[in-house]
Every structure is written in structure tokens, then in C-alpha cells.
């Protein structure tokens, strides 16, 4: 079955540096890929959704310019998280999708900001 | 907006006992409805979905049917396993392609 690979699928970072997170489309073209937070014991928070070779569609009270999404390619997505705060700490999880085929989903990023 | 509200874990059940995991949900339209699972360390897999009022969508012995009426999807299955043990969302999305809205999730553990 289809498959999204996201990478890493842990990171520690020092307040203030960023952090790049990538997500894969292993054997599908992912024209649309979603950007998700999760809170422990909460919801998943959707943050933004790109399609490929267009700027992300940021949803309302993500900072953009905070949570940089690329989406070069069809295979491709990529969340930097810039200047990182301890607030930042989370997981996220990318999933994607081929036009309107089902959707799937990474095994998510636990990031730690120190 | 749209919405949508599940009830609070932890769900704690013995094996066999019979599991249902309440969901409603808040729409302007029409939307489909989804379950997702998360098992540990893993990333979430669609588990079942409904796409109009009166479907009932079913897999691995998990059911659940779109009640418009009520605006719910209720998960239910017969006999849980250990291997259940995971954490269920209950979704939404308004059109084919669209995005999901997710409820919070439950948590369910399943004792031998």
C-alpha cells in the first residue's frame, strides 16, 4: 500500500535554531500534503496544506513565517520550524495524498525545543 | 465551523467486552465521516469511513453508521482484543480531497 515515510522521527534542538522536518511519498505523487500538530492528549491540529509547486495555504493562527513549508516536488514536503521556543515542542505528522485518493499518514516527528 | 466531539478516554475494557466510543459532529454541508486509529509509536490508518447519511462503514470487526439525524458516528465493536489498544479519532472532511477535522481522540487499552 501506499506509504509516507517522515523523517525524523525524533529530534531535540536548543531554543532558538530551527529544525527541518521531511515527509515522503514512497510509491504515490503526493499533489496535496497536510501539516498536522498534535498535543499530548489532544487533537490532531491541522496547520496548513500545500499542493505541489504552490505556496502553502497556512490555517488561521499558524505563523507562517514560523513554520516554513516547501513543497517542491511530488514526493516531497518539507516543514522548517524557525528559531525554535520550548513552546514549539509537539508532534507533528504529515499526510498526503494523490489527487482525491484516500489519505496517508506519516508515523509524525516528536520534536523537543531545550 | 465544523467540528467534531468524541468522548473522553481512557477507555478501559476487559477482552471480549463490547466497546462503543461516541462521536458527534458539527457540519455546515454534507461531509464524510472517518475513523482513524493510532496504534503506539504509530502514525494514524484509516480504520473505517461513511460517506452519506444511513452508510455504515466497517472494518476488522469495528462498525459505524452516519446518523444525520443525530449527527453522530459511533464506533462499536462486538468483542475487543488486546491488540485494539490505541488511540481512535473520529473525523470529518466536507468534500472529497478536502481536509480533515479531527475529534480529540480516545484512548483505548484493552486488558487480557
Known amino acids: 500500500g501506499a506509504v509516507v515515510s517522515q523523517h525524523p522521527s525524533w529530534v531535540i534542538c536548543k531554543s532558538g535554531t530551527s529544525v527541518k522536518i521531511e515527509c515522503r511519498s514512497l510509491d504515490f505523487q503526493a499533489t496535496t500534503m497536510f501539516w498536522y500538530r498534535q498535543f499530548p492528549k489532544q487533537s490532531l491540529m491541522l496547520m496548513a496544506t500545500?499542493?505541489?509547486?504552490?505556496?502553502?495555504?497556512?490555517e488561521q493562527g499558524v505563523e507562517k513565517d514560523k513554520f516554513l513549508i516547501n513543497h517542491a516536488s511530488l514526493t516531497l514536503s518539507t516543514l522548517t520550524v524557525t528559531s525554535a521556543h520550548p513552546e514549539d515542542s509537539s508532534f507533528y505528522i504529515c499526510?498526503?495524498?494523490?489527487?482525491?485518493?484516500?489519505?496517508?499518514f506519516g508515523n509524525g516527528t516528536r520534536l523537543t525545543v531545550t | 465551523g465544523n467540528s467534531v466531539t468524541q468522548m473522553e478516554g481512557p477507555v478501559t475494557l476487559s477482552e471480549e467486552a463490547f466497546l462503543t466510543i461516541n462521536c458527534t459532529y458539527t457540519?455546515?454541508?454534507?461531509?464524510?465521516l472517518f475513523w482513524y486509529v493510532q496504534y503506539p509509536g504509530e502514525g494514524l490508518q484509516l480504520l473505517l469511513k461513511a460517506t452519506k447519511a444511513d452508510d455504515k462503514g466497517s472494518n476488522k470487526g469495528f462498525e459505524a453508521t452516519y446518523r444525520k439525524e443525530t449527527t453522530s458516528f459511533h464506533l462499536e465493536k462486538g468483542s475487543v482484543q488486546v491488540s485494539d489498544s490505541a488511540v481512535y479519532f473520529c473525523?470529518?472532511?466536507?468534500?472529497?480531497?478536502?481536509?480533515?477535522?479531527f475529534g480529540q481522540g480516545t484512548e483505548l487499552s484493552v486488558k487480557p
Open positions: 499526510s498526503a495524498r494523490e489527487y482525491n485518493s484516500p489519505l496517508h
Open positions: 457540519a455546515t454541508g454534507y461531509p464524510s
Open positions: 473525523a470529518l472532511s466536507e468534500n472529497q480531497g478536502g481536509k480533515l477535522i
Open positions: 500545500s499542493n505541489e509547486g504552490s505556496k502553502a495555504t497556512y
